[in-house]
């Protein structure tokens, strides 16, 4: 995976780039159904830390892998810093869906220090860390105003990003982030 920085600070591996942001809909491999796509071009331009790539946002969820450095989590402790509270969804009922994919924890520790958001919850003590067990992928369904939003086509039920209902875990206190990192 590409270690690409913008000054001194690390660009998310899921982070699209301005190279990035043209869209089509296309099959897509990790959501197994019709997509939003993004061309792929890391490094091009200058990176939209707000703006996850479509493409390895699912890749990142639906491989287990870090949305940091973008390495397999496998055995690793998995770690979410999403700000997302138990909500209704729809079929799904009660769920806590997140859009951002897990870290390491040391990723997690990494993007505690240089993301100014992040920073900001946590003087404000309103940041959430989770150590997650136990998770399921839910694909996000577009409607056709997104698609045609998007990629100037009306398809709606294409997906767009994978979330995860995470179903366990444990809550973090940052001291113990900062300390496992």
């Known amino acids: 995976m590409p270690d690409l920085r913008y000054g001194a600070i690390r660009v998310p591996w899921t982070t699209s780039w301005t190279g990035e942001l043209q869209f089509e809909i296309r099959d897509c491999p990790y959501a197994k ?18 703006k996850p790539h479509a493409v390895r946002q699912r890749q990142a969820m639906m ?12 055995a690793s402790t998995k ?5 997302e509270s138990p909500r209704h969804i729809g079929r799904i009922g009660w769920a806590l869906l997140a859009t951002e994919p897990l870290m390491h924890t040391a990723c997690a520790a990494e993007a505690l220090d240089a993301c100014p958001v992040l920073r900001r919850q946590l003087r404000d003590g309103t940041l959430k860390g989770r150590q997650v067990f136990r998770y399921r992928t839910v694909a ?6 997104a698609t045609e939003e998007f990629a100037h086509l009306r398809e709606p039920g294409t997906v767009g990003h994978i979330k995860l209902q995470i179903l ?3 809550p973090m206190c940052v001291n113990w982030l900062e300390r496992a990192a």
Do not use: H, M, N
């Open 79 to 83: 770690v979410s810093l999403s700000q």
């Open 33 to 50: 159904a019709r997509a939003l796509w993004q061309p792929s071009a890391q490094g091009v331009g200058k990176p939209e830390f707000s």
């Open 168 to 170: 366990d875990f444990e």
């Open 140 to 145: 996000q369904l577009l409607t056709a105003d």
């Open 63 to 74: 491989e287990c892998r870090c949305d940091i450095c973008g390495k397999r989590l496998s």
